[in-house]
């Protein structure tokens, strides 16, 4: 059973970076396809990012590409999203998300394993 602990949230200014941390536990790490997905209130849940079991490629909405980088390190069984130019927009609760048959899909209902989540605030 694979259990996974965002961190790394918290209230940042327009235009600032920020990197998020999801540890994994409980599994084989190297063998999941990793993503992030975000939820704004009163919105549903959206894709943001989504990684490899290499980290050999990504996929990335359009609304965080150019901004967002997904990266592992297999080593540490850590999943990150760094966050750069944030916008008032990027407010939400962020997810990260394991798929055991190691897809790096967009869709939420591919995953398996869920995070309890971590909040990005960005004022402006």
């Known amino acids: 059973q694979v259990q996974l602990v965002e961190s790394g949230g918290g209230l940042v200014q327009t235009g600032d970076s920020l990197r998020l941390s999801c540890t994994s536990s409980?599994?084989?790490?190297?063998?999941?396809?990793m993503g992030w997905f975000r939820q704004a209130p009163g919105k549903e849940r959206e894709f943001v990012a989504a990684?490899?079991?290499?980290?050999?490629?990504?996929n990335y909405a359009d609304s965080v590409k150019g901004r967002f980088t997904i990266s592992r390190d297999n080593a540490k069984n850590t999943l990150y999203l760094q966050m750069n130019s944030v916008k008032a927009e990027d407010t939400a609760v962020y997810y990260c998300?394991?798929?055991?048959?190691?897809?790096?899909?967009?869709?939420?209902?591919?995953?398996?394993?869920w995070g309890q989540g971590t909040q990005v605030t960005v004022s402006s």
């Open positions: 998300a394991a798929d055991e048959a190691g897809s790096w899909s967009s869709r939420a209902t591919v995953y398996g394993y």
């Open positions: 409980g599994g084989t790490f190297s063998r999941y396809g």
């Open positions: 990684i490899t079991r290499t980290g050999s490629f990504a």
